[in-house]
């Protein structure tokens, strides 16, 4: 039995794009935080189970999603993403197989604005996504997580699509979000930023982006993430250094 999770928030605007395209599994599970709009419902329509929780952050969250599956497959996806019909034959084949692994990797496709980005940081972004329910947990610092898997971990060669942010100003809005929560973790562990962070990093990670691993390939919008991954390395560790307001964790 193949299960498929999400954690959910205000995603109405998405959520049916992303429920049609796991409809082939023989559960899906919502759990939502709280949302406002027509999320919970218009889940349900689809025939979700939706748990309806509180947030106690990403990591939390998505074993409390994990813990609700019935399967003994689980496969987590966000709202902004898509199982392409690619990767739901390849899941199919990889849990009904002779030897399968305990877990795999999904190649992410991400769609910045409408443009899927084939180069770079950004592709094939690598995530362990499906596992067996009992060998597998969520990690991570908020708002970055990962799901460890015990035993056997195999690659799948198919697509997760994924659309991360509805505009320029919701990517913006996200790296302002996340470096903050970023920040508050490394602060609260002891970290310091010094020179060498605040002028080496943003230039690497933008080099790093554009040059060595070719986003120049994807054309302007490449131009463009490379950019604001450089951006958000800055704020990240200009908020670690204490020289942008850190709200306390």
């Not at 049916?16 to 395209?21: C, G």
């Not at 908020?142 to 971990?153: C, S, Y």
């Not at 990093?201 to 982006?209: I, S």
């Amino acid at each position: 039995m193949l299960s498929v999770v999400l954690i959910t928030r205000d995603e109405a605007d998405r959520i049916e794009a992303a429920l049609d395209s796991v409809a082939f599994a023989d559960e899906v599970v919502v759990v939502d935080a709280g949302s406002t709009d027509a999320t919970v419902a218009l889940a349900r329509a689809r025939g979700a189970r939706v748990v309806e929780a509180d947030w106690p952050g990403h990591v939390a969250q998505k074993n409390r999603a994990w813990a609700e599956a019935r399967g003994d497959w689980v496969l987590s996806i966000d709202a902004d993403e898509r199982v392409t019909p690619a990767l739901r034959a390849a899941v199919e084949a990889a849990i009904r197989g002779p030897a399968p692994a305990d877990g795999y990797r999904l190649k992410r496709l991400n769609v910045w604005l409408g443009t899927p980005l084939r180069h770079g940081r950004w592709y094939p972004d690598r995530r362990v996504r499906l596992a067996r329910k009992d060998r597998a947990r969520w990690e991570g610092d908020d708002p970055h997580d990962h799901l460890v898997v015990t035993g056997v971990v195999a690659d799948l060669d198919a697509d997760l699509e994924h659309h991360p942010y509805r505009s320029l100003a919701d990517h913006l809005a996200t790296v302002d979000r996340y470096t903050t929560r970023s920040a508050q973790v490394l602060r609260a562990r002891g970290v310091r930023a010094g020179w060498g962070d605040l002028l080496v990093r943003p230039p690497w990670a933008f080099l790093r982006a554009w040059v060595w691993e070719g986003g120049w390939r994807d054309g302007v919008p490449g131009l463009v993430v490379a950019a604001i991954g450089a951006l958000y390395t800055l704020l990240k560790w200009a908020r670690v250094r204490g020289w942008v307001s850190v709200p306390p964790a």
